[in-house]
């Protein structure tokens, strides 16, 4: 990462940075694209790692970290990624933004903790997020498998990750609205005893969700071979 984006990060980031560059040999390249909104992202692949921000003055160190945990999960650690599988005949956009999705949903399960521990205030940003995920899931225009689908996903984050009383309890007014409390339990009680092993939370979370194996794959990085394969689920 160039010195003037590592200067900006306090020590023990600046450490997790050198840490991550070291072990899979990428440099973390910090690029700037105006387009972007205000949040963060990043993109790993076999080639780079490349952290996206708006603006180099909008280099908030929480933000930062966020991404950084992605990548070292991804290139560091080895944990796999949801993907299209590309045998899958029936691919629409909206089956990739979907999979992408919970595959972002189901990595904030381990990343956000680890987060809120450093970093206090992002506390209650997350719980801003899911406040307005919870009205979304009740006010979009959803077909009821995706309302579900959300709904468990959502309420599962917000019961794993240390969020406010008041919070999980909107949470649980919805899935008893909805009908999938019970569910809601079973598909805790199913899933979080697999966060260690991503394939097996993948399985499990595909079972739940009614979301057809033969759609996905799972992509893991070599980042010392600079190689990328997907295997079936
Ligand atoms: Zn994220």
Redesign the pocket.
């Given at each position: 990462m160039e010195d003037h984006y590592l200067r900006q990060l306090p020590g023990d980031l600046q450490a997790l940075v050198q840490a991550t560059e070291q072990q899979s040999g990428f440099a973390i390249q910090v690029e700037a694209d105006p387009a972007r909104g205000t949040t963060l992202a990043c993109h790993v692949d076999e080639r780079s790692a490349r952290l996206l921000v708006s603006r180099e003055e909008f280099f908030q160190p929480a933000s930062v970290m966020?991404?950084l945990l992605?990548m070292r999960r991804f290139l560091v650690d080895g944990v796999p990624q949801i993907v299209v599988n590309d045998d899958f005949n029936d691919w629409t956009p909206q089956l990739e933004a979907g999979l992408t999705n919970l595959d972002?949903s189901l990595?904030?399960l381990v990343?956000v903790p680890e987060e809120i521990l450093r970093f206090s205030v992002r506390r209650q940003y997350w719980a801003g997020v899911m406040t307005r995920k919870l009205r979304e899931i009740r006010v979009n225009p959803l077909d009821p498998d995706d309302r579900r689908r959300h709904a468990l996903v959502n309420w599962l984050f917000i019961h794993h990750v240390p969020m406010e009383d008041a919070l999980r309890q909107a949470a649980d007014r919805l899935l008893d609205e909805l009908g999938l409390r019970q569910q809601a339990d079973a598909f805790r009680d199913a899933l979080v005893h697999t966060l260690a092993v991503k394939e097996e939370t993948v399985r499990v979370c595909f079972a739940w969700l009614n979301i057809p194996f033969a759609t996905a794959a799972l992509k893991c990085i070599d980042s010392r071979a600079r190689e990328a394969r997907a295997v079936a689920l």
């Open positions: 966020h991404e992605h972002n990595e904030h990343i």
